[in-house]
């Protein structure tokens, strides 16, 4: 590799991560012929007075030939058509579960949805998204249409020596739900580090980590994980207070410390923005050391140990 100066004594430990295999071919409904799952259950995970409303949306695909693994993300079309009277288009959610589902009956996925609102620019009005308001209003019994699994790459490593960085915002930690369950409940154990960073406005909406709902917080008694929480709209001297990158560099001993070692993988999922910043703070800590840090970015991708998802 070409580098700057102890480049090598970083990367030169890493390696090509071997993720678990998916199942079988991805987009086995495609939007022509999407699957008609119904809705099983609607939860709010957001408290009551917080500001955004997250719903955990559980579908059926008993019927369906969908069998997904954890990282894996599923499109929901959502009814009616656009101006231009064409059907909407499909829009991409992480499922939240791991492989065998919240019931643990390998017939089910979840989702984890957000209702969006935008404001129009010009008159100032109010819009609803059409998706987010369209699955966030499912009742029971209803049917969506449904596209997938899609997704090859955003998945574990089979080896449970790895440790794990997780840097979620949002509903962007759906899919380390999904980690986290497979990894302790179905699993059983991760023998590497998981520290999990995830950024919210405040502690109503840390999804799957607050009093409404902790699938995620109830597994910190394990030796192996941690979380850390970052709150941007706290107005007091919190010591949660910040973005998701402030509380990574707070942490920047033991996460350096780990990317050093070279067994381990970096997984960031949620809004585009954040992306600047996390990669900030590991450019940081690399010119400390003189270190190249888009070189040594581009070999942990090229080797899966460096995997983004966001939009
Ligand atoms: P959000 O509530 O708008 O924001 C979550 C947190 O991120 C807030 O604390 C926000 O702070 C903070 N934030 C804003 N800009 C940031 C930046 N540049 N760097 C770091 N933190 C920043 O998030 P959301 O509406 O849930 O959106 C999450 C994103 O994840 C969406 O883009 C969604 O498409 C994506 N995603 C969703 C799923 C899914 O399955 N639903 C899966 C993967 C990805 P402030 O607002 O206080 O500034």
């Known amino acids: 590799m070409a580098g700057s100066k102890g480049q090598n004594a970083n990367t030169s430990k890493t390696m090509q991560i071997k993720k678990y295999s998916i199942p079988e071919s991805t987009l086995i409904y495609k939007p022509k012929a999407p699957f008609m799952a119904g809705v099983i259950s609607t939860t709010e995970l957001t408290e009551a007075d917080s500001s955004d409303e997250v719903f955990n949306i559980i579908l059926d695909v008993a019927d369906s030939d969908i069998h997904y693994i954890e990282g894996q993300s599923i499109g929901i079309i959502p009814p009616g058509e656009r101006e231009t009277g064409k059907p909407h288009k499909a829009r991409l959610y992480s499922i939240a579960s791991a492989r065998t589902g919240d019931d643990g009956t390998s017939t089910t996925a979840t989702i984890c949805v957000k209702r969006v609102f935008r404001k129009d620019e010009v008159t100032g009005t109010t819009i609803p998204g059409i998706a987010s308001n369209y699955l966030c209003d499912l009742k029971p019994g209803d049917s969506?249409?449904?596209?997938?699994?899609?997704?090859?790459?955003?998945?574990?490593?089979?080896?449970?020596?790895?440790?794990?960085?997780?840097?979620?915002?949002?509903?962007?930690?759906?899919?380390?739900?999904?980690?986290?369950?497979h990894i302790f409940l179905e699993k059983g154990y991760w023998n590497g580090r998981i520290r999990l960073f995830y950024g919210i406005k405040n502690a109503m909406e840390a999804l799957f980590l607050n009093n409404r709902n902790d699938d995620i917080g109830q597994y910190m008694t394990r030796e192996t994980f941690e979380a850390f929480r970052a709150l941007s709209r706290v107005h007091n001297e919190d010591s949660e207070k910040g973005y998701v990158q402030h509380k990574l560099a707070e942490h920047k001993q033991e996460v350096w410390e780990i990317i050093c070692a070279g067994n381990f993988a970096v997984y960031i999922c949620g809004l585009k923005g954040m992306e600047e910043g996390v990669d900030e703070v590991f450019s940081t800590l690399a010119r400390q050391q003189e270190l190249d840090w888009p070189t040594m970015k581009a070999e942990f991708i090229k080797n899966g140990q460096w995997n983004l998802e966001v939009y």
């Open 144 to 181: 969506v249409a449904l596209i997938g699994p899609n997704g090859r790459r955003f998945l574990l490593p089979e080896d449970d020596s790895i440790d794990l960085i997780l840097i979620a915002v949002g509903t962007g930690i759906a899919p380390f739900r999904a980690f986290i369950r």
